[in-house]
């Protein structure tokens, strides 16, 4: 993804304060449209991922079944780890020359919202490369850092609290973990999926009669002997080719997690451990103190329990305790779309809401508050489509097809475009 364009970033020469408050607003309206088909691509990627990593050998290890070793995979119980991940997604968004990445991550943090808050920096992973640092000592310490050129980014959940920190804003974000609800346990989870394991388990959630699962040989990752789980879809109309998972032999965690898609070509995302290491680590890992002069921002269960006075209006629950399971859930904790329903089943359903606006606005300026010129540059990058539905606008990843309505539907799958609007037409 390219860099994050910050609101007050104008390309092309210096803007005027109203300018750049206009800017703003544009931005922000934009979003509505172009967020439901990019966060969908976000989530979407989190079924698969591709080889980018360099493997080495094939390890001789004992036969295994496949129904083996998904049982591995969900007895593993490795609870101490550190390592370096890296994650490469390409999921063929259009190029909006950066105005993408401020689209999604102001989207995702609203208007009051925190440079640092989880739910709007990991969205970064959805494009480009990225190294990331992990480590965990049971469900009540993680710290994922997402290292970048000029700075560091990080969230660590340590107890209760959970701790959100940009070096290069020198912004902070707040939230306590309520353990009374959610999942049984104190585990604070990173809005995106940022390791082969997450990936691997939001994955292995569509494994049913409709997916052959083989085992498909055995490989190095990381300097570790790993068996290789194949996963395929064996339905027409989706968009996945296959998933490849490199288990670790001894631990039965997953190494690196490998999608292919249909249409063949380049893998659309690949993240893979490049180091990993199963020893405790250093209790300070996880200690977390604001910096001299950041600015801390306050959300979720501090928020509610009146512990800071920047949390009220834009405050969000914790990282992935702040909806319901699934498509909310999965957007790190943001309120999903009201009245979500899902068309078909196993690998080509598609989840369907109404977004209860109106579709993507032509360049007539006929279509809600946009219109012009930035109606008609949206819809640029879309497909007119129709059908007993009526008509729409289809958006298309190298994954990820989704279509908005003119009356403000949206149907999204990893489904190809004439899948997708037959389950449109059944919808309606």
Do not use: C
Not at 305 to 314: F, N, R, V
Not at 334 to 339: D, E, I, K
């Amino acid at each position: 993804m390219a860099p994050k364009a910050s609101d007050d970033t104008v390309t092309g020469g210096e803007a005027t304060g109203g300018e750049a408050d206009d800017l703003r607003l544009r931005r922000r309206k934009a979003a509505r449209y172009i967020v439901p088909v990019t966060v969908i691509g976000v989530a979407a990627a989190t079924i698969g991922l591709v080889p980018a990593l360099a493997d080495s050998g094939d390890p001789d290890l004992p036969k295994i079944t496949a129904q083996q070793l998904l049982d591995k995979i969900a007895a593993s119980d490795v609870e101490q780890l550190s390592g370096t991940v890296k994650i490469t997604t390409d999921l063929g968004l259009p190029d909006l020359g950066g105005l993408e990445s401020g689209l999604l991550s102001g989207a995702a943090q609203g208007d009051d919202g925190s440079s640092a808050d989880p739910s709007a920096k990991l969205t970064e992973l959805a494009s480009g490369t990225h190294t990331l640092r992990v480590a965990a000592d049971g469900p009540d310490r993680q710290k994922v850092s997402l290292l970048e050129k000029a700075a560091e980014y990080s969230v660590i959940h340590n107890g209760k609290n959970v701790w959100g920190y940009d070096s290069g804003s020198n912004e902070v974000y707040h939230s306590t973990v309520d353990e009374s609800a959610g999942k049984g346990s104190g585990t604070a989870e990173t809005p995106v999926p940022a390791t082969p394991k997450d990936l691997t388990e939001d994955a292995l959630k569509a494994v049913d009669d409709t997916t052959s699962v083989t085992v498909d040989g055995t490989v190095q990752v990381a300097g570790r002997d790993a068996y290789k789980l194949l996963v395929e879809p064996k339905q027409s109309g989706s968009t996945v080719g296959a998933i490849s998972v490199a288990v670790d032999a001894e631990t039965g965690l997953p190494l690196k997690f490998t999608l292919t898609p249909a249409s063949g070509g380049a893998a659309v995302v690949d993240a893979g451990f490049t180091q990993v290491s199963f020893a405790r680590p250093a209790a300070s890992t996880f200690d977390f103190t604001a910096p001299k002069g950041a600015k801390v921002t306050e959300g979720g269960a501090a928020a509610k329990g009146g512990d800071g006075d920047e949390g009220g209006k834009g405050a969000r629950p914790a990282p992935g305790h702040g909806g319901s399971d699934g498509f909310a859930g999965g957007f790190g904790g943001a309120a999903g779309p009201a009245g979500l329903d899902v068309i078909g089943e196993g690998w080509t359903s598609v989840a369907t809401f109404d977004t209860g606006g109106e579709g993507v606005p032509s360049g007539s300026g006929a279509g809600g508050d946009l219109g012009g010129d930035l109606g008609g540059f949206l819809g640029s990058f879309g497909d007119k489509v129709s059908g007993k539905f009526g008509s729409g606008t289809v958006f298309s990843t190298r994954l990820v097809n989704a279509l908005i309505t003119d009356d403000g539907k949206v149907y999204a799958g990893a489904v190809t475009k004439d899948a997708l609007v037959k389950a449109a037409n059944t919808g309606k």
